[in-house]
Nanobody, 125 residues
C-alpha cells in the first residue's frame, strides 16, 4: 500500500485559520475519492469532507460547512483542507483517506482503504 501523508497541523486560537495537506501517490490514488476524517480524544472518528477524483463532487459534514474548504491538485497528487473560523471543538487528529468507491461520496470510514498517520489540530479558546 502507498502511504498517505498529512501535514500542516498545529496549535491556533479560536477564529484562526489553518490548512492541512495530504500527499498521495498519483498512480495509486488516481481515480480515488479522498476523504478527511477527524478524531478527538474519547470520541469516535468522524467524517469531515470528501472529494471525488475529479473534484466535481464534494460533501461536507454539517459541522464544518461554510468554514472548511477542500481542494485537490491532481498534478501534485495533493489534497488540501482549508480550515477557517476554527473552533475549539474542531480540535482533533485529522486523517486523510482514499476510497475506490464509485458514485456518491462515502461518509463511512470502512469505505476508505488507505489512511495517513494523521496530523494534530488544536484550537484554543
Amino acid at each position: 500500500q502507498v502511504p498517505l501523508v498529512e501535514s500542516g497541523g498545529g496549535l491556533v486560537q479560536a477564529g484562526a485559520s489553518l490548512r492541512v495537506s495530504c500527499a498521495a501517490s498519483g498512480l495509486t490514488f488516481s481515480g480515488t475519492t479522498m476523504g478527511w476524517f477527524r478524531q478527538a480524544p474519547g470520541k469516535e472518528r468522524e467524517f469531515v469532507v470528501g472529494i471525488s477524483s475529479s473534484g466535481s463532487r464534494i460533501s461536507y459534514a454539517d459541522s464544518v460547512k461554510g468554514r472548511f474548504t477542500v481542494s485537490r491538485d491532481g498534478a501534485k497528487n495533493v489534497v488540501y483542507l482549508q480550515m477557517n473560523s476554527l473552533k475549539p471543538e474542531d480540535s482533533a487528529v485529522y486523517y486523510c483517506a482514499a476510497s475506490w468507491r464509485i458514485g456518491q461520496i462515502p461518509i463511512v470510514q470502512d469505505a476508505y482503504v488507505y489512511w495517513g498517520q494523521g496530523t494534530q489540530v488544536t484550537v484554543s479558546s
